[in-house]
């Protein structure tokens, strides 16, 4: 499984982003994908993630701020970040199934304050 991320960069607090995800490879037709992001010198938490039916869970520290989606391209998955704030940033990674067990290469989000 491939994953390709894109969408990062920097913004203003308070802004917005979305990242996008594209999954190519031996896909399960049910399968979980989710993003993480990991500041240098912590360890990566899981930001959201979203089954196939659409069901999807958030870190507390983004939710209501953060909205994770899937396309309507096969294995496509965006997360829409609204209101972000300097401690938003980070690299953001996204991952396919449960372990994770594939990672992307990571974007970058730099928000300033």
């Known amino acids: 499984v491939q994953l390709v991320e894109s969408g990062g960069g920097l913004v203003q607090a308070g802004g917005s982003l979305r990242l996008s995800c594209a999954a190519s490879?031996?896909?399960?037709?049910?399968?979980?994908m989710a993003w993480y992001r990991q500041v240098p010198g912590k360890q990566r938490e899981l930001v959201a993630g979203?089954?196939?039916?659409?069901?999807?869970n958030y870190a507390d520290s983004v939710r209501g701020r953060f909205t994770i989606s899937r396309g309507n391209v096969k294995n496509t998955v965006y997360l829409q970040m609204n209101s972000l704030k300097p401690e938003d940033t980070a690299v953001y990674y996204c991952?396919?199934?449960?372990?994770?067990?594939?990672w992307g290469q990571g974007t970058q989000v730099t928000v300033s304050s």
């Open positions: 991952t396919y199934g449960l372990g994770p067990d594939y």
């Open positions: 979203i089954t196939t039916s659409g069901g999807t």
């Open positions: 490879g031996s896909i399960f037709s049910i399968n979980f």
